[in-house]
Nanobody
């Protein structure tokens, strides 16, 4: 079993930066892909970024060039560095992980993910 705990959300003005963290607990050795998803009020969940167990990264077009995903295996922590934030980035951000999917499938919102964190709120004001 794997537990995920996010932190680092908050409120920031447009153009600002935030770093989200996702601490991993439990048996994580079988995880193939980890990533970040977000859900804005009234909208569906959206895949933001993912990183595979060999370090390959994948980003949605909406955040490419502004967000950076990374994983510190020694600390069992996943990060999302968010720069040049825009009001449309406002959402609840969730960390997720799975042992079954490569990241190209994992990042699709319709694909079931086995492990989820509780979420952390990001609010960007104009």
């Amino acid at each position: 079993q794997v537990q995920l705990v996010e932190s680092g959300g908050g409120s920031v003005q447009s153009g600002g930066s935030l770093r989200l963290s996702c601490a991993e607990f439990g048996y994580t050795y079988g995880i193939i892909c980890m990533g970040w998803f977000r859900q804005a009020p009234g909208k569906g969940r959206e895949g933001v970024a993912a990183v595979s167990n060999d370090g390959a990264t994948l980003y949605s077009d909406s955040v490419k060039g502004r967000f950076t995903i990374s994983r510190d295996n020694a600390k069992n922590t996943l990060y999302l560095e968010m720069d040049s934030l825009k009001p449309e980035d406002t959402a609840m951000y969730y960390c997720a992980a799975d042992e079954r999917w490569r990241c190209t499938a994992f990042l699709q919102a319709r694909v079931e993910k086995r492990y989820w964190g509780q979420g952390t709120q990001v609010t960007v004001s104009s």
